[in-house]
């Protein structure tokens, strides 16, 4: 059984920081590709950016220079560290990885997903 486990998120004031971090457990053969999404209430669940096993990261044009993602293959999690928050940022933010185990190949994990809110 493989979890994906959140913390981080809160509440802060626009232009303010947070950082979320997202570990991997369980019967895990290998971790691909890890990443974020986010919902916002009566939108879409959309990425934020995602990070491979190996190559570039990418990010939603809406975070591009104010989000870093950042995984510690060795830990088997997957970080997220929001800069210059807007209150257009707000919602539940949701860890994602694509894991391999004995039994299942490339499955795909989400994590119970963590409240961000951005006050203006």
């Known amino acids: 059984q493989v979890q994906l486990v959140e913390s981080g998120g809160g509440l802060v004031q626009a232009g303010g920081s947070l950082s979320l971090s997202c570990a991997a457990s369980?019967?895990?053969?290998?971790?691909?590709?890890m990443g974020w999404y986010r919902q916002a209430p009566g939108k879409q669940r959309e990425l934020v950016a995602g990070i491979p096993s190996g190559g570039t990261t990418n990010y939603a044009d809406s975070v591009k220079g104010r989000f870093t993602i950042s995984r510690d293959n060795a830990k088997n999690t997957v970080y997220l560290q929001m800069n210059y928050l807007k209150p257009e940022d707000t919602g539940v933010y949701y860890c994602?990885?694509?894991?391999?185990?004995?039994?299942?190949?490339?499955?795909?994990?989400w994590g119970q997903g963590t409240q961000v809110t951005v006050s203006s």
């Open positions: 369980g019967n895990i053969f290998r971790i691909n590709a």
């Open positions: 994602n990885a694509l894991i391999s185990t004995p039994t299942i190949t490339r499955g795909n994990y």
